[in-house]
């Protein structure tokens, strides 16, 4: 089970420039979680196509992020929440290739192959949620002397 162990931040996107703010927020709070660099540009690169999406497909919306804990691990949970049309077709939107906007279509599987856990939840015409999360690496355990 999953527990919250604290929200770190609840940002607006409503702009081009809240997602430079959503991005830089991502970096700066996995970095002080102990994510290595690899790690960090992963859930930046997650969090800029949510963002993006939150903005262009749902008309703005917010990010809360939140540090959680399971089992001694440690990790980031962001929430992209807008009050937009919703996702009609949610198979077919999270499939490479599926655009529905000139983009390259990588937006919402292009972030889900970035994190640990992604979740979606979207219903025409009241908006959709997505959760992301990704758990600091464990690091490695001593070698043991022979």
């Known amino acids: 089970m999953h527990t919250a162990a604290g929200v770190e931040a609840c940002l607006p996107i409503r702009s081009d420039l809240d997602l430079v703010w959503v991005r830089q927020h991502v970096r700066q709070a996995a970095a002080r979680l102990g994510f ?6 992963k859930l930046v690169t997650a969090a ?10 749902g008309g703005g919306g917010q990010m809360e992020a939140t540090r959680v804990g399971s ?3 440690q990790g980031l949970r962001l929430s992209f929440t807008d009050e937009g049309p919703g996702i009609a077709d949610l198979d077919r939107a999270l499939c490479d290739g599926y655009t529905s906007g000139g983009g390259l279509g990588m937006g919402l599987s292009g972030a889900r192959r970035l994190v640990h856990d992604f979740h979606i939840d979207s219903t025409p015409g009241d908006g959709t949620t997505v959760r992301v999360t990704c758990w600091v690496a464990q690091p490695p355990r001593p070698r043991e002397e022979a």
């Open 71 to 73: 089992a001694g691990a």
């Open 48 to 57: 800029s196509e949510l963002a993006r999406n939150t903005l262009v497909h």
């Open 36 to 41: 290595g660099l690899v790690a960090q540009t």
